[in-house]
């Protein structure tokens, strides 16, 4: 993709070099954002094909689940996984435990990353107003709007910023165990509002796209700060976001 670039192009977006990396995440940013997120809004404000087949979704995963209290039981276990007052609770816990450490950048992170998402959604929800889904056997109430998912961002970025700050602490091995089960929580999350009846299916996946470009843009920033106080550009999948603070962190 650089390769018919010039070479001082090609250096910036390097990922080792010095702004590489910031500029590769706030381009795969732009990119989640520009592309599905952009035209999962136009679908919504519009009202068009992808709007009345999420309807339908809808409602026929609401139909499987609710004659099933032993399922809605469970299903709402798993989305109050995903409530804010609980996230805040792990948030707090992080940076309480992160600051003890001595570790202030990722204080910074920690109470940034999530608390900024947070009113990233509610200005979106409050710019789209779209209303929640109508199904045939509601099983619980929701309240307040249903584009984007609040449940499905807040998941992706409270849990991905708590997997990127804690993930120096486990074993090379154990750290692609680690981001699999991330991964199925936040994924687990979305679906339970899915079969719960209370969102489309395009409300969670834009929460999904919202949530991984803020994380991706949030992770960039820091990744500059780090460099610009002569540290090096990590890989922050593979060792965290401050290798270096694995044994402060144990």
């Given at each position: 993709?650089?390769?018919?670039?010039?070479?001082?192009?090609?250096?910036?977006?390097?990922?080792?070099?010095?702004?590489?990396?910031?500029?590769?995440?706030?381009?795969?940013?732009?990119?989640?954002?520009?592309?599905?997120?952009?035209?999962?809004?136009?679908?919504?404000?519009?009202?068009?094909?992808?709007?009345?087949?999420?309807?339908?979704?809808?409602?026929?995963?609401?139909?499987?689940?609710?004659?099933?209290?032993?399922?809605?039981?469970?299903?709402?276990?798993?989305?109050?996984?995903?409530?804010?007052?609980?996230?805040?609770?792990?948030?707090?816990?992080?940076?309480?435990?992160?600051?003890h450490q001595g570790r202030r950048r990722l204080v910074a992170f920690l109470l940034v990353t999530p608390l900024g998402g947070g009113i990233v959604d509610t200005l979106v929800k409050a710019l789209v107003d779209r209303p929640r889904p109508v199904v045939d056997h509601p099983v619980v109430t929701a309240f307040g709007k249903s584009f984007p998912s609040g449940h499905?961002?807040?998941?992706?970025?409270?849990?991905?910023?708590?997997?990127?700050?804690?993930?120096?602490?486990?074993?090379?091995?154990?750290?692609?165990?680690?981001?699999?089960?991330?991964?199925?929580?936040?994924?687990?999350?979305?679906?339970?509002?899915?079969?719960?009846?209370?969102?489309?299916?395009?409300?969670?996946?834009?929460?999904?796209?919202?949530?991984?470009?803020?994380?991706?843009?949030?992770?960039?920033?820091?990744?500059?700060?780090?460099?610009?106080?002569?540290?090096?550009?990590?890989?922050?999948?593979?060792?965290?976001?401050?290798?270096?603070?694995?044994?402060?962190?144990?």
């Amino acid at each position: 993709m650089r390769a018919g670039l010039p070479n001082a192009v090609r250096r910036h977006l390097d990922p080792g070099e010095r702004y590489g990396l910031r500029l590769t995440l706030i381009g795969l940013a732009i990119v989640l954002v520009a592309v599905p997120f952009s035209t999962l809004l136009f679908q919504v404000l519009a009202k068009g094909p992808l709007t009345r087949a999420d309807g339908r979704v809808a409602d026929a995963m609401n139909h499987a689940v609710h004659d099933h209290q032993w399922a809605v039981v469970v299903l709402e276990g798993i989305s109050w996984l995903g409530r804010p007052p609980l996230l805040a609770v792990w948030v707090v816990a992080a940076v309480a435990y992160v600051w003890h450490q001595g570790r202030r950048r990722l204080v910074a992170f920690l109470l940034v990353t999530p608390l900024g998402g947070g009113i990233v959604d509610t200005l979106v929800k409050a710019l789209v107003d779209r209303p929640r889904p109508v199904v045939d056997h509601p099983v619980v109430t929701a309240f307040g709007k249903s584009f984007p998912s609040g449940h499905a961002m807040s998941a992706t970025v409270t849990y991905g910023a708590l997997l990127l700050v804690f993930l120096p602490v486990l074993a090379p091995a154990r750290r692609r165990l680690a981001l699999a089960a991330t991964t199925v929580l936040v994924l687990a999350i979305g679906t339970s509002r899915l079969l719960l009846g209370v969102h489309f299916v395009s409300d969670v996946v834009g929460g999904y796209v919202l949530g991984l470009a803020w994380l991706s843009g949030a992770v960039a920033a820091f990744e500059t700060w780090r460099v610009d106080e002569g540290r090096r550009p990590t890989h922050p999948l593979d060792e965290g976001l401050e290798p270096e603070a694995a044994e402060a962190l144990r």
